[in-house]
């Protein structure tokens, strides 16, 4: 198969990481180990050393290049005297390509076989969701990164944008994202959705973007607006203190070597393991993660100012500063230290459980109602700053009403097992009528028949009633629409559900782009261009996906499991939660499991200039309008939007999935030439 003038075998076309796989169980010269790495029988050839053939140092080199390029390595490794030694240990008739060939001869053809992958990829997918967002490399290029993405499924990369020079306007990111749409052949139509992050621009960029192809649903990303609310919570002036403090203690015992291993040497005496550094960007959820560990630290600084020698010079040797030692031995702080963790807990939950490629639009609304109802429940202790406990419920509350947005209320009605959470008899629920709204004005911008609109009404009906075919449920909900077994054509309700669990609530896999990224783009390789690092960035996206693959028919865990990252192994919402949201309106704080103890080191400490520079943008952002979200006031409590102590329990009924290929082209489908408004309809049917 020739590619870029370089002739690829078939057998190169995926990554051979010897997954175990029907080929490899088939044969019987194969066998697996309990570590599951595969071992076969081989000829006498293998054993002996010959000339390699043409073919066979192609493959080589491609071998080579792939494990470069995905373990960020550069290519001048290949020329590398050392490496070349333990190459020709290996095999003495071998001599890898140089740096000039892999990139001008196997680099175009990697990437045109990659390209010609994510094609067949994209190739009748209808349910894609569009995702953008704006990144600062070390050369202070202003990057755009577009991919595409549907819940549960690897993203598709379309490529890399550089604005330096240009105002990141609204009209040049629509620019931007047609031309990225262009460069994969995708039908605009096949996109659904388009989720951005919530600064003014991008606001107005959905706007305009979703104007011109009117049947894209404006979606703003489910974690920025997570990191938000943290980021106005401590913006109370005690707690911003605080923070500065904390950072303080950070700061001086990161850059002071002997006082910096005095107090490691004791915290590890005490059981500590995790270190006084944070890594993420999200600097607002990173000051929760700091505050967790300088609390941990709490009995080792202590015990470490309490010494004759950090509190005065003897010998000339330097102690630690006197304002360091004052805050280790303000009271107050480690209060507020506790009330900020205690309030801000259930919100950096709420990040590592949606963060994942399964997380729908229902399952971040269930974590929000969730952890607004532990911050509301939330005691006051002895030492709590009342003011603040206020603060955090009104912010919250604020913050609450802007994200309980039609879309994502929609999508938690829809899920089987919450379609009770979300109509109730609360003063402020939302009701039937309003699902029969929102549906018709969605179905209307897809441009569906108003005979299917018509059979939508009555399929609303049917479903919050109970009534068969919608009757049990489980915990994934775009499963349990995918099992039923109804005709979409006679229940469109079937068709709108999949498409909206399709959409992908944040922007998360362009921070992972960009994590990627800042790994390829690094100190000794900080001239790459755009294109290049658009390559870089695409095949490593590429090789990840083929591991990712590969790890799942190996029967191995793909779910992240460190530090704050803490995904659950099965997809869907959590039924437990549910259930108990439901039930009940007490709920026991769940703890993440790997925070205590989990080791959340980084390259970097947060330093009070990036506080107050995080604090600075937070204040440029506007205020969240009336008519955004669900357009109640901010004073209305949650309690009267959703009535979680009168709702009937879950049921966690199971039903087998089957294979229905019934997707619809949003543009084309049910078009019809008769035209009809959601008003006009409804009130036909006496709504």
């Not at 104007?211 to 649903?217: C, K, L």
């Not at 900020?340 to 259930?346: A, E, T, W």
């Not at 669990?501 to 782009?513: C, T």
């Not at 205590?596 to 506080?611: F, K």
């Amino acid at each position: 198969m020739a590619k870029g003038g370089l002739e690829v075998p078939e057998s190169m076309s995926d990554v051979e990481i010897g997954e175990v796989g029907p080929a490899i169980t088939a044969s019987k010269k194969a066998k697996v180990s309990e570590t599951g790495v595969v071992t076969t029988k081989r000829g006498i050839d293998a054993f002996l050393e010959r000339a390699m053939t043409e073919h066979e140092k192609d493959i080589a080199n491609v071998r080579m290049m792939r494990f470069f390029i995905h373990g960020n390595i550069p290519f001048s490794a290949s020329e590398n005297p050392f490496c070349l030694k333990w190459i020709h240990g290996l095999r003495p008739s071998y001599t890898p390509a140089t740096r000039y060939v892999l990139m001008e001869r196997y680099l175009p053809a990697e990437e045109a076989r990659a390209f010609e992958e994510d094609l067949k990829r994209l190739d009748g997918r209808n349910n894609l969701t569009y995702l953008m967002d704006g990144w600062e490399d070390v050369q202070r290029r202003s990057i755009y990164g577009c991919m595409l993405a549907e819940v549960s499924k690897f993203p598709v990369i379309l490529g890399l944008e550089e604005l330096t020079g240009v105002r990141a306007t609204a009209d040049h990111l629509v620019e931007v994202s047609n031309r990225a749409v262009v460069k994969k052949s995708v039908k605009i139509s096949s996109i659904i959705a388009v989720c951005t992050d919530n600064p003014t621009t991008m606001q107005a960029f959905r706007r305009k973007w979703t104007t011109e192809h009117s049947w894209i649903i404006p979606i703003a990303c489910f974690l920025h607006g997570i990191n938000t609310i943290i980021g106005k919570v401590v913006l109370y002036p005690p707690i911003k203190k605080t923070i500065t403090s904390n950072s303080r203690i950070v700061t001086f015992f990161n850059a002071s070597h002997y006082w910096g291993g005095q107090l490691d040497e004791i915290a590890s005496g005490k059981g500590v393991t995790r270190c006084l550094k944070t890594n993420t960007e999200s600097r607002f959820y990173a000051l929760i993660l700091q505050a967790l560990s300088v609390r941990d630290y709490k009995p080792a600084l202590m015990e470490l100012c309490t010494r004759d020698s950090a509190q005065r010079s003897i010998g000339g040797l330097t102690p630690v500063n006197k304002d360091v030692v004052a805050t280790v031995f303000d009271l107050s702080r480690w209060h507020l230290t506790d009330q900020l963790i205690r309030i801000c807990k259930p919100l950096v939950d709420i990040i590592g459980d949606v963060e994942s490629r399964d997380s729908t639009l229902a399952d971040c609304m269930l974590q929000l109602i969730w952890a607004h109802r532990e911050v509301i429940n939330s005691p006051i202790m002895d030492g709590d700053d009342v003011g603040f406990a206020n603060h955090a419920k009104q912010v919250l509350n604020v913050q609450f009403h802007a994200m309980n947005t039609d879309i994502h209320w929609l999508t938690l009605f829809l899920h089987p097992l919450c379609r009770k959470l979300a109509i109730s008899k609360a003063t402020h629920s939302r009701k039937l009528v309003d699902a029969y709204r929102i549906s018709l004005d969605i179905a209307q911008r897809w441009k569906w028949s108003k005979e299917m609109a018509q059979n939508l009404t009555k399929d609303l009906k049917a479903y919050h009633n109970g009534e068969a075919p919608f009757t049990g449920g489980i915990a994934d909900g775009k499963d349990w629409w995918s099992s039923l077994l109804v005709d979409i054509a006679s229940h469109p309700l079937k068709a709108l559900a999949i498409k909206l669990f399709s959409i992908v609530p944040h922007a998360a896999e362009v921070e992972r782009l960009f994590s990627n990224l800042g790994g390829v783009q690094t100190v000794k390789r900080s001239r790459l261009t755009i294109p290049k690092m658009q390559t870089f960035g695409t095949l490593r996206n590429h090789y990840t996906r083929q591991l990712h693959e590969a790890a799942i028919a190996m029967g191995k865990s793909t779910r992240r499991k460190h530090a704050h990252m803490h995904t659950r192994e099965a997809g869907g919402i959590d039924i437990n939660r549910a259930d108990d949201l439901i039930k009940d309106f007490i709920w026991t704080p769940q703890l993440v499991m790997g925070y205590e103890g989990a080791d959340i080191e980084g390259p970097e400490s947060l330093t009070m200039d990036d506080i107050d520079a995080e604090f600075e943008k937070l204040a440029e952002q506007a205020s969240p309008a009336l008519e955004e979200g669900d357009g109640l006031y901010s004073t209305i409590p949650v309690s009267q939007v959703y009535d979680l102590s009168i709702l009937d329990a879950v049921r966690a009924g199971k039903s087998i999935p089957i294979n229905v290929d019934e997707e619809l082209d949003v543009s084309q489908a049910g078009r019809s030439a008769e035209a009809w408004d959601p008003a006009s309809l409804l009130l036909s049917l006496g709504v």
